[in-house]
């Protein structure tokens, strides 16, 4: 079964089973309480949405920042089985060549689709890490960003254990680090200070490639374009080195946490600060320039979205076979 999900703070999950029409089982670990209102701290805690992953019908996410977190999997997007507890802040989690990788130093990797874990190796840095993403590029890499302060790192490993720096990454390149992606030979991440940093070796060097002022989405690669957003406006690249920009309709529309089916959907929730409960909104769209702003009723308006996935589920309590 093909399905969206979308995991926030405060333990929030939702997934959409309609192509992106609705969303259901919204679930956290208390609906009650209002992230950054009060004393309520929702960046730092056990229950921060760090990152999704998907690989061979399981979904894999990881919780937690400045506080002892988790790690979960599902085979069908609504059960969810921890399979690590008390772990250190694991900053995302990413899927390749069989094996899922939980970004902290030391990492953990799993072999059997999230259900055991054991150590992997230190990524050599001393900063916090950031993102994790797997670009099957030749035998494929992950690509891990860290970032402290003023002090910014890419490193890179074929297996998840063995890790090197990149060979030249500009000072900007790990920065303000919103999400990867890969696509026809090329590697990007995206930065909310307005630019990408691009590669096409696998993640070993590195070229900084100015695009906007700043910019509100992760990456997606649509099979033959990048697309990255700067609130409703649509930046795309077929190489990520030559941009082109276009607004979006409608125009108030602000692009943040985003996925894309294989087939063509795009789904997104708004970006910005405090944007969230009454004023959350959820888009869809087929072309990713033209967007559907879902009716209420459609989803739940609830702790803030900051990641988005797709992927295929065994039929259960998440979406039931047809």
């Known amino acids: ?22 969303w259901i089982h919204d679930k956290s670990e208390d609906d009650s309480v209002r992230c950054f209102e009060g ?20 979904f894999v996410l990881t919780w937690g920042w400045g506080a002892p977190g988790s790690v979960v999997r599902s085979e069908d997007a609504a059960m969810f089985e921890t399979v690590l507890m008390d772990t250190p802040t694991f900053a995302d989690v990413a899927f390749g060549n069989g094996r899922f990788v939980a970004n902290n130093s030391m990492t953990q990797i799993s072999d059997d689709l999230g259900k055991t874990w054991s150590p992997g190796g230190a990524l050599g840095i001393d900063i916090n890490t950031r993102a994790i993403e797997f670009f099957p590029h030749d035998a494929g890499w992950f690509v891990v960003t860290g970032e402290s302060g003023e002090t910014r790192e890419i490193v890179r490993s074929s297996d998840g254990i063995t890790w090197a720096p990149a060979t030249t990454r500009p000072p900007q390149c790990g920065g303000y680090v919103i999400g990867m992606a890969y696509g026809s030979g090329v590697g990007v991440i995206a930065s909310g200070n307005g630019h990408v940093c691009r590669t096409s070796d696998g ?21 033959s374009e ?35 089916s294989p087939e063509g959907t795009f789904v997104a929730a708004n970006a910005g600060w405090m944007v969230w409960y009454e004023k959350q909104k959820f888009f869809r769209s087929e072309d990713g320039v033209n967007w559907e702003v879902l009716p209420e009723g459609a989803f739940a308006g609830s702790h803030p979205i900051y990641f988005m996935a797709h992927g295929e589920v065994a039929p259960g309590a998440g979406c039931p076979a047809e």
Do not use: K
């Open 1 to 22: 079964m093909p399905v969206f999900i979308a995991q926030g703070h405060y333990g929030r999950t939702t997934i959409s089973c309609d192509d992106g029409h609705t």
């Open 39 to 58: 004393d309520l701290d929702c960046d730092h805690n056990a229950f921060a949405g760090r990152g999704i992953a998907h690989g061979e019908q399981t």
């Open 203 to 223: 993640g070993d060097t590195w070229e900084y490639v100015p695009v906007s002022a700043d910019l509100s989405s992760p990456p997606i690669w649509t099979g």
């Open 226 to 260: 990048f697309f990255v957003y700067e609130g409703s406006t649509l930046h795309r690249s077929a190489d990520g080195a030559s941009w082109q920009s276009e607004p979006i309709t409608p125009g108030d529309a602000s692009i943040g946490p985003i996925a894309r």
